[in-house]
């Protein structure tokens, strides 16, 4: 089955750039979608198709997608970022929705 | 606005069954696929189930297969997880999430989930 890996932690700087990266077996072929999860709450989507996304997500937050990499960005870092991020993917060869293992983000 | 509440969760003995349900409101329903969603305590997101907006078709994590039934009452706007076998594993919150789509797709809204606890 298709594995999405992902870094267990990262810290940043408030103000401060945060890239959040989510690795797959030509994962540049597929549709990335990108999840927030803040402490207690239940998962926000934040970026899908690769880099679209919902309204009344911010500007500061975008993502990228090519080769073996996704990358979920975050300019600018505030505390209210603090979250767990998600990346998730449809395998079409095995019609199961995977998600990676995610990224717990601290603003430092 | 988009809200789905999830209920049915609660704690249940190793092997017992249990059906979870998902109440849906703010549109409409019976045009959307829905999943579900579940997350062992400390973990990460494990996608558990999609069925279609008429029902006419289910998928399931390879993991989970055999042992859980989705479905779904449209003239209720519910959606229905039933699990049986249950173990310890299985110890989670459980969120149902509406899909773009009438066939799936993103999981644009998710609900505030329902927790499940498997112990003796």
């Known amino acids: 089955s298709y594995v999405l890996s992902q870094a267990p932690s990262m810290s940043v700087a408030p103000g401060q750039t945060a890239s959040i990266p989510c690795g797959g077996n030509d994962i540049g072929s597929k549709s990335v979608h990108w999840f927030q999860q803040r402490p207690g709450q239940a998962p926000v989507l934040v970026v899908f198709d690769d880099g679209d996304r919902p309204s009344g997500i911010p500007e500061r937050i975008s993502g990228f997608n090519s080769g073996n990499t996704a990358t979920l960005t975050i300019s600018r870092v505030e505390a209210g970022d603090e979250a767990d991020y998600y990346c998730?993917?449809?395998?079409?060869?095995?019609?199961?929705?995977?998600f990676g293992g995610g990224t717990r983000l601290t603003v430092l | 606005q988009v809200q789905l509440v999830e209920s049915g969760g609660g704690v249940v003995q190793p092997g017992r069954s249990l059906r979870l349900s998902c109440a849906a409101s703010?549109?409409?329903?019976?045009?959307?696929?829905m999943h579900w969603v579940r997350q062992a305590p400390g973990k990460g997101l494990e996608w558990v189930s999609l069925i279609w907006w008429d029902g006419s078709n289910e998928n399931y994590a390879d993991s989970l297969r055999g042992r859980l039934t989705v479905s779904r009452d449209n003239s209720k706007n519910t959606l229905y997880l039933q699990m049986n076998s249950l173990r310890a594993e299985d110890t989670a919150v459980y969120y149902c999430?509406?899909?773009?789509?009438?066939?799936?797709?993103?999981?644009?809204?998710w609900g505030q989930g329902t927790l499940v606890i498997v112990s003796s």
């Open positions: 999430a509406r899909g773009r789509y009438t066939s799936g797709g993103i999981l644009e809204d």
């Open positions: 703010g549109f409409n329903f019976s045009n959307y696929g």
């Open positions: 998730q993917v449809w395998d079409r060869s095995s019609d199961q929705w995977v």
